[in-house]
Structures are given as structure tokens and as C-alpha cells.
């Protein structure tokens, strides 16, 4: 999967080829910088796997949608997307179109 990465100096995009455990195509997803990574929660999309090394014709599951609770770590210093296994116990609900904040 590839994504986007802004050029600041040139003012344009660049394609970033990552590692790691993916988070699937989403919106209204929050976002927060802590210790150097994105942290990535919920948001809403459809049920396909991200990990696939080649995108495939047949939509299949990608046709239906649903909203996550499920949480990605991005490290722009490896190019690396983590997926950390966090406890369910008083998680949030799969939820879209919300905020975060980092409070230390």
C-alpha cells in the first residue's frame, strides 16, 4: 500500500512505500503526534485487508463499511506502521468523526 508523503521544500507529493501492519483505507479517523508518531483511532471505511501486496479487481468485502476501534502507531523515522494489541476492556466504541488530544 502506498501513501502520501508532502515535500515541504518542493511543495508536492511523493509516493512513501511503509512497513508494518497497516491500518485500512478510513476517514474520520483522529490523529495525534506523541513521541515522534501518529497515532491513528477509529474512523469509518470498508471491511478489506490493507496488508494485501497487490490491490485486487473484485471489491468482495470492500464493499461493505463500518466504523473501527482499533488503534495504528506510525514511526516516520523506520517508515513503519505498528498495529499494538490493546485491551478491550473500557475501550472506546467503533467510532467516526471525532477528536483526539494527547494529555501529559
Keep these: 500500500m502506498m501513501f502520501g508523503c508532502l515535500i515541504q521544500k518542493t511543495e ?3 509516493k512513501l512505500m511503509t512497513l508494518g501492519i497497516r491500518p485500512s483505507p478510513r476517514d474520520k479517523h483522529s490523529a495525534v503526534v506523541w513521541n515522534d508518531k501518529i ?3 477509529g474512523g469509518f471505511g470498508p471491511l478489506c485487508d490493507s ?3 497487490e490491490e485486487s479487481e473484485d471489491e468482495g468485502d470492500c464493499a461493505k463499511f463500518t ?3 482499533d488503534t495504528f502507531i506510525f514511526d516516520p ?3 513503519s506502521w505498528d498495529a499494538p ?3 478491550l476492556v473500557n475501550c472506546p466504541v467503533p467510532c467516526a ?3 483526539a488530544t494527547v494529555f501529559q
Design 12 to 14: 508536492k507529493w511523493s
Design 39 to 41: 497515532i491513528v483511532f
Design 51 to 53: 496488508n494485501e501486496e
Design 67 to 69: 466504523w473501527f476501534n
Design 77 to 79: 523515522s523506520l517508515c
Design 85 to 87: 494489541k490493546i485491551s
Design 97 to 99: 468523526a471525532h477528536s
